[in-house]
């Protein structure tokens, strides 16, 4: 399927190579979209440069000598040729694929490749707090994206079974007595996990037992193993209960004791100490990194302890080996902290000549009052946030004229809308002080304003008697800009995802829903000449707001 705005842009592609040929230089064709100024920008300066001529003059030369199917004008303005989609042949065939795709619209071509997205990663010895919620909604928003975007998707969490925090959360259920302040087992057993801490760093007997815990859960004792996943489940069953919360579903749970026990990750230290790279001290077995540009303290890799047994980023070798027998490609969502571990990780599967993964490293959620740790107690918990979410939404939703009935349903869903597009507006790498006043804010760039808008949509539409085909041209200002942002859907679908940057997304719905509210204002719709060629515009937001918010993990609501 070819969109309007694509063959646009081959055709310019196109009319600027050969032009360019014609100076006896190669250029590399570079186009920029220019917010209200132009749909498509070719800058001249480079040309410029090697030919020795006057920017804007060279842009006056080849806007003079281009014209075609899809270009209604070219322009040379400051030393940029301004290109400009033919309005009318696209609007007919926007409308006529949107009608006709439906929810499909804006997919891209099937790639046949497959992707593992892994994301949450949490370890299961709490609830998910409000700092590290940005994880779980960057990888499921990453994972719909690339499906829209004509991938094979699935989604893994990493279980750390053998780890420091599940062997003291097991101690801590074993050994002390605590009153349920919650039905719910995650935020119940992180209680334990917190005084087993308080307790290991005081009492010496307590934190040699932890240790010897982790000892037999790292040198594979299955028996063991058994009796800490019949704890750590019930706390992961907390967790997916608030994924679903979040429209977040993990299509497989991956355990890092499986590499222990299938022997992959003893393969992997017997491979690596093999390399000229690999040094030893007794029985820890470590990678110089000094070759690869790390100094200082960080320069030794270990893969083992002193006593042999191995070391979580070991594990994680032999877990990104078996995944990628998997998949085409790997994708992981992690937190700015573990930059570090991560090219750990890169530099050993290179030296062991497997796939690398794709990185997204977030920075970090707060609240106002500053960070937040499980560790210590000092936390916001997602279920507590999105408690919180709903009963802010329902009083929000109870200004509106909607019935009793109908409020918990809408409230609901504009919490989830608020939270999620809240945090994934903001590009990955960017930190985010969650505030109420921004994420629940009806008229802002927030979920609210985007859902209402899809609302507005629905309401038009039920209000008309028209059939909503497009007829004519689209003549006023508001009309043309709304349909051109339209169109321009496909376009931001692949741009996100070459870039790994679902912020695109929210971005564009927000200004999808931007121009219907100019053009509503600016355009009357039922009752008017136009009405028939509106509803199609009606129409075509409504589906195109609807796909941007299923990328987005967000219900497009058809009442608010």
Known sequence: MKYPFEKFRKEVMQKLSDIIREYGIEEEIKLEKPKEIADLAFPCFSIAKKIKK????????????IEGEWIEKVEALKGYVNFFINHKKMAKIIIKQINEMGDDFGKLESKNVKIIVEHTSANPNGPLHIGRARNPIIGDTVARLFRFGGYEVRTQYYVDDIGKQVATLFWGVKNLSISPESKKPDHFYVNFYQKAVNLMEKDEKVKKEIGEIIDRCEKGDRETLKEIEKVYTKV?????ESLRNLNINIDEFVKESKFVLDGSTEEVIRKIEKSPYAGREGKAIYIDLESFGIHGRDKKFYLTRSDGTSLYATRDIAYHIWKGRQADKMINVLGEDHKLESKFVEIALKLLNKKIPEVIFYSFVSLPEGKMSTRRGRVVYLD?????????????VRKREIGKEKVEYIAKRVAIGAIRYNIIKVRAEKPIVFRWEDALNFEGQSAPFIQYSHARCCSILKKSKCSGDYEEEYKHESEIRLIKTIALFPEVVK?????????????YAYEVASKFNAFYRDCRVIGSKEEKNRIALVNATRQVLRNSLYILGIEALEEM
């Open 495 to 507: 741009e996100g995802m070459e870039n790994r940057n679902p912020s695109i997304i929210a971005e």
């Open 54 to 65: 006057n920017p804007i003059k060279i842009a006056e030369e080849i806007a003079g000598k």
């Open 384 to 396: 507590d946030l999105i408690d919180e979410a709903i009963e802010r939404a329902k009083k929000e």
């Open 236 to 240: 992961l069953e907390g967790i997916v």
